[in-house]
């Protein structure tokens, strides 16, 4: 049977779905890859390490006036699709109370104020009810510009025949979000490139948000702007605990790309991992150009054809004898590769401060960090100490309610703590101080309170 033919049955279900014929296209198009024996994976032997990569720090500040002058033709667009399940949440992340009483949102709200830019959301059909009924009503900067776009979403492929998945019991778990590369393909098929455009506007500031430490600085506008580069990356220093995390590299040709681990063949995993040899990772945070961006899908014929990504799964990821399935994907970063003349951006970790576990919210939420001037969470500036290595007992600490149960009256200060390991059903009381190297235990079946005011100094 032909290829086309083997992808009739998506295309049903994906018209029966709604889903706009450049996005049927698009998935027909990595549906094609996947059968006819692609992986997706990169080798080793064909990257070479990315280098002469600009350092954000080194940047003329007087970038800042261009960039100044460019904020009027510049929105900033955020991926809000997360749900946050591994957290333990069943709406959107970005809803979660992070910092001083406000959401992820209220936050990102306050720095589109401040930087006087559009806000836009790229939501799923998950998401968005609840995130704008959580922004009604807030005064943002629009322009006229719609608040969001949805991203589209794919049917599951089972791997033993690469028919469409089925799964009676709950039939949303036959479909999976395409990866953040679909941005593209949605701001395309939403409408919402072409209004924008339309508007005047030439750049989108792009990132997760979960990601607090990303807003829009003039100066890196600036040089956004002055490069005339289609698409910019902010990448920042890889350390042991990003070994696993995707790297940027470069072709033999000299282009740059984007490798995930999904992406890395079982034979390079040492080299995947080498900090020393792939120094950057991506922090998903992109600056786009909007006019180059049309006229690469116009040319395409809508069809982005960033690099598949081919994610082996379980059909019901709560049950492991559910029949595997892939989950064909794309990464928006990966869009570095498509994009001639793309180039990337060295930036520091302050830039950088994703919420991903209940470990990270603590901190966040703890005096380890404060919300800056320009409502950017950035590390507070007492500490002294580099970021504390912060071990929660996942028995225990794993999801966002088991965490409010244990620090029912906010997170202890942390300001001078290197290191906080907690095994057992620990209970924080009120403005407890934690210092040094700190290890709390409860003994199976008890549990084990910290009273108030109290101070643990586990010393150096």
Same mark, same amino acid.
């Given at each position: 049977m032909s290829v086309n033919a083997d992808f009739a049955p998506f295309e049903t279900l994906m018209r029966r779905e709604g889903l706009p014929e450049i996005a049927i296209r698009t998935f027909a198009h990595y549906y094609a890859q996947l059968a006819e024996g692609h992986t997706g994976l990169l080798p080793e032997a064909d990257l070479l390490p990315a280098d002469g990569i600009p350092d954000a720090d080194r940047l003329d500040p007087a970038l800042a006036a261009d960039g100044q002058a460019a904020l009027r033709h510049t929105v900033m667009l955020k991926l809000n699709g997360g749900l946050g399940t591994g957290m333990g949440l069943?709406?959107?992340?970005s809803l979660l109370t992070v910092k001083d009483g406000l959401t992820f949102l209220d936050i990102i709200a306050r720095q589109a104020r401040a930087a006087d830019v559009p806000l836009l959301l790229m939501n799923s059909f998950s998401t968005r009810e609840d995130s704008l009924a959580r922004l009604?009503?807030?005064?943002?900067?629009?322009?006229?510009?719609?608040?969001?776009?949805?991203?589209?979403?794919?049917? &599951?492929v089972r791997a033993d025949d690469l028919r469409p998945a089925e799964w009676?019991?709950?039939?949303?778990?036959?479909? !999976? *979000? %395409?990866?953040?590369?679909d941005l593209y393909t949605a701001l395309q098929t939403s409408g919402l490139l072409?209004?924008?455009?339309?508007?005047?506007?030439?750049?989108?500031?792009?990132?997760?948000?979960?990601?607090?430490?990303?807003?829009?600085?003039?100066?890196?506008?600036?040089?956004?702007?002055?490069?005339?580069?289609?698409?910019?990356?902010?990448?920042?220093?890889?350390?042991?605990?990003?070994? &696993?995390?995707?790297?940027?590299?470069?072709r033999h040709d000299g282009r740059l790309l984007l490798r995930e681990v999904a992406? !890395? *063949? %079982?034979?390079?995993?040492?080299?995947?991992?080498?900090?020393?040899?792939?120094?950057?990772?991506?922090?998903n945070t992109l600056w786009l150009d909007l006019r180059a961006l049309d006229a690469l899908l116009r040319e395409a014929g809508g069809i982005m054809r960033l690099p598949m990504i081919r994610n082996r799964k379980t059909l019901d990821p709560r049950d492991g004898a559910s029949p595997a399935v892939y989950q064909l994907e794309t990464a928006m970063g990966a869009a570095i590769e498509t994009f001639a003349g793309a180039s990337a951006l060295r930036v520091p970790r302050t830039r950088f401060a994703p919420i991903k576990h209940?470990?990270?919210?603590?901190?966040?939420?703890?005096?380890?960090?404060?919300l800056g001037a320009d409502h950017r969470v950035v590390p507070n500036p007492r500490r002294t100490l580099p970021t504390p290595v912060i071990d929660l007992d996942p028995a225990?600490?794993?999801?966002?309610?088991?965490?409010?149960?244990?620090?029912?009256?906010g997170a202890p200060s942390l300001v001078d703590c290197s290191r906080l390991v907690v095994r057992g059903d620990v209970r924080f009381g009120r403005r407890v101080v934690l210092r040094g190297e700190v290890r709390l235990e409860a003994a199976p079946?008890?549990?084990?309170?910290?009273?108030?005011?109290?101070?643990?100094?586990g010393g150096a």
């Open positions: 069943a709406r959107a992340k009604a009503g807030q005064p943002l900067p629009g322009g006229g510009l719609p608040l969001d776009f949805l991203q589209h979403k794919v049917p &599951k009676p019991a709950d039939p949303d778990l036959a479909w !999976c *979000p %395409p990866g953040h590369g072409a209004q924008l455009l339309a508007a005047g506007y030439r750049w989108a500031f792009v990132s997760n948000a979960d990601h607090l430490g990303a807003t829009i600085d003039p100066v890196i506008l600036g040089h956004v702007v002055g490069s005339g580069a289609p698409l910019v990356m902010e990448v920042a220093d890889r350390t042991e605990a990003d070994r &696993k995390g995707g790297h940027l590299a470069r992406q !890395c *063949p %079982p034979a390079d995993e040492a080299a995947f991992q080498d900090i020393r040899r792939h120094r950057y990772f991506n922090t209940t470990s990270d919210l603590l901190s966040v939420r703890s005096d380890n960090f404060v225990c600490y794993r999801f966002v309610d088991d965490l409010e149960l244990r620090f029912p009256h079946g008890e549990v084990r309170s910290i009273p108030d005011d109290a101070v643990v100094d």
